[in-house]
């Protein structure tokens, strides 16, 4: 399981955060996007081949650009699309953290 106490966090609701967040994932480095209270993170986890840790409830593994196109029809989250294109050239994969309010973008 990847530990995200030392990976680098975005604000999503910073103006910048989209464009600081593509560039570590084209970079193949691993972010975190903290997203902003009240947001609906719930993806169909089946489809999106996802795992669920069961100490926490987080499900990881998710193919990345699909997860993220999925997350962006969700109110407020519209410029997740954007970062599905880098996701997929960097072969990503995303943990949705619903309780915790993030979403992690990893190799």
């Known amino acids: 399981m990847l530990d995200y106490s030392n990976l680098p966090a975005l ?7 989209a464009n600081k967040a593509r560039a570590q994932i084209i970079r193949a480095e691993p972010v975190i996007l903290n997203m902003p209270r009240g947001v609906d993170l719930s993806v169909d986890a089946q489809a999106l081949g996802c795992g669920r840790n069961p100490d926490n409830g987080i499900l990881v593994g998710c193919r990345g650009p699909d997860c993220l196109r999925e997350l962006s029809s969700h109110q407020g989250l519209d410029g997740l699309e954007e970062l599905a294109p880098a996701a997929e050239e960097a072969h990503a994969t995303v943990d949705v ?10 190799h």
């Open 11 to 17: 604000d999503w609701t910073d103006p910048e955060s």
């Open 97 to 106: 953290d619903a309780q915790g309010l993030r979403i992690v973008i990893h």
